[in-house]
C-alpha cells in the first residue's frame, strides 16, 4: 500500500502561523497573503527573491527556439518567455537529502552551511 505524500498549501501555512505565532486566524491569513503578494510582485518586476534559509527565486528570460511537432516532425517556433526559476540553499538541499526529520532548516544551520 502506497502513502500519498502530502502537500503543504496556503490554508497549513495559516494554521501554522495560528498555532506557533499566536496570530488569530484573520491576521495569519492576512500574513501569508501578504508574503505571497510581496514575492509576486518583485517577480513580476523582473527582481530576484532570496529567502535566507530557503532559497532564491528568479525570473529568467528564454531565448526564442525551434521546436519540433512529434506528430509530424514540422519544426515551429518557440517563442521568447519568462520563467521563474527556484534554486534551493545548500542547507536545504542537505536537509532533504539526509531526509526530513535528521536535519532541521534553521537560521543557525544556514549561517554554518551557507559560506
Not at 497549513?12 to 508574503?35: I, P, Q
Not at 509576486?40 to 527573491?49: R, S, Y
Not at 532564491?56 to 518567455?81: H, L, Q, S
Request: with cysteine; glycine share 6%.
Amino acid at each position: 500500500m502506497t502513502i500519498a505524500p502530502v502537500t503543504l498549501c496556503r490554508a497549513d501555512l495559516v494554521g501554522v502561523l495560528c498555532e506557533t505565532v499566536g496570530l488569530n486566524r484573520r491576521e495569519s491569513t492576512e500574513m501569508v497573503d501578504a508574503f505571497f503578494d510581496q514575492i509576486c510582485t518583485t517577480l513580476l518586476q523582473a527582481e530576484d527573491v532570496k529567502l535566507a534559509g530557503f532559497g532564491n527565486f528568479a525570473v529568467r528570460r528564454k531565448a526564442p527556439r525551434p521546436g519540433r511537432n512529434p506528430r509530424t516532425d514540422e519544426i515551429v517556433p518557440i517563442p521568447a518567455r519568462s520563467v521563474v526559476r527556484f534554486q534551493a540553499t545548500k542547507a536545504l538541499r542537505t536537509a532533504i537529502a539526509l531526509g526530513s526529520e535528521s536535519v532541521a532548516v534553521t537560521p543557525s544551520t544556514v549561517a554554518s552551511s551557507d559560506t
